[in-house]
């Protein structure tokens, strides 16, 4: 029977892709850029591009929170303190919010019945200012970030230390839903964990990475927990 369940929290509750465009426009107008749709769209891909190189252990948490302007910066022959533009960005990334559909509905209807907890790769800070202007803390019953936990997503030293926070855990009980297939579909892989892949745009699967389930909308969810 299925009592505990793991939820990533950026594009799987919150919409990252917004509040990053917004907090990445506010930052380069403070440092006199022109937040321009290309240099959006760019640093989208170069931000991803890092925190997938993390996921594989070729970078570091810190190495990828710089990195990625420095990329940027690069690529538009700007010089600029990347370490810099980094706190101003994290600073309006942490003001804030945006709901994935049905991420608010979901969570309310679900959090009676099961124990709800978030397992999350973003800076503590960051995310700590999302989730109070969320308003979604009080449905869960841990939150563990990375940046807190001594590991990232999908090592399984991050999923070991949050099964070891919670008492008589038990992985055959429990599920991960998340958007990320090579964070957190194949970090519950790894852990032992079933797994749910939230798949909003129907990104193509991949042979080597197989989620037990998979919803294209948060409201599928509660008919698939009742199933298992």
């Known amino acids: 029977m299925l009592r505990t369940i793991f939820f990533d929290l950026d594009d799987t509750i919150l919409d990252f892709h917004q509040a990053e465009k917004r907090a990445l426009a506010e930052t380069l107008r403070s440092f006199q850029m022109e937040p321009t749709p290309a240099i959006l769209d760019r640093y989208h891909v170069l931000n991803r591009q890092q925190w997938e190189l993390l996921e594989e252990g070729k970078l570091t948490r810190s190495q990828v929170l710089i990195r990625r302007f420095d990329l940027l910066f690069s690529e538009l022959g700007i010089a600029c303190s990347s370490q810099e533009v980094c706190k101003v960005y994290e600073r309006f990334l942490s003001q804030g919010h945006f709901f994935i559909p049905g991420a ?14 978030l397992a999350s790769n973003g ?18 019953k841990d939150i563990f970030i990375s ?53 909003p745009h129907g990104a193509t699967p991949r042979p080597d990475i197989k989620p037990d389930y998979t919803v294209r909308t948060l409201e599928e969810l509660p008919a698939l927990l009742q199933r298992l």
Request: aromatic share 12%; hydrophobic share 40%; glycine share 8%.
């Open 104 to 117: 608010r509905e979901l969570l309310e209807n679900i959090s009676s019945r099961y124990d709800l907890y």
């Open 123 to 140: 800076a503590a800070s960051v995310q700590a200012g999302r989730l109070k202007s969320a308003g979604i803390e009080k449905y869960f």
């Open 147 to 199: 940046e807190k936990m001594g590991a990232d997503k999908p090592s399984t030293a991050f999923f070991q230390a949050c099964f070891a926070a919670i008492p008589g855990f038990d992985a055959a009980d429990a599920l991960m839903v998340g958007d990320s297939l090579t964070s957190d579909i194949r970090g519950a892989r790894d852990a032992g964990l079933r797994s749910c892949w939230f798949n």
